[in-house]
């Protein structure tokens, strides 16, 4: 069963810009204090944590619509 993707994700997005942005501070506060590699491997991981939770958040939103068109589906075939 194919689903469309879901329009809008205003947290997801949220959430991935807030950790981009985190990133990027860390990468800057670490590369002023004189160890930008240190700064770049937090940032990756900063980032990389806040791309794995924008992931996870679509699959449930997926999930959650696929179970609902299927309760919807079974409301009209009279439950059964």
Do not use: C, H
Request: charged share 30%.
């Amino acid at each position: 069963m194919d689903l469309p993707r879901a329009p809008k994700q205003r947290w997801a997005r949220a959430t991935l810009g807030l950790s981009l942005l985190f990133a990027v501070g860390v990468v800057a506060y670490f590369a002023i204090a004189g160890t930008p590699l240190r700064g770049v491997v937090l940032g990756v991981v900063v980032l990389g944590a806040g791309y794995w939770e924008y992931k996870k958040k679509l699959q449930e939103k997926r999930v959650a619509r696929r179970y609902e068109a299927e309760a919807e589906e079974q409301r009209r075939d009279g439950g059964n």
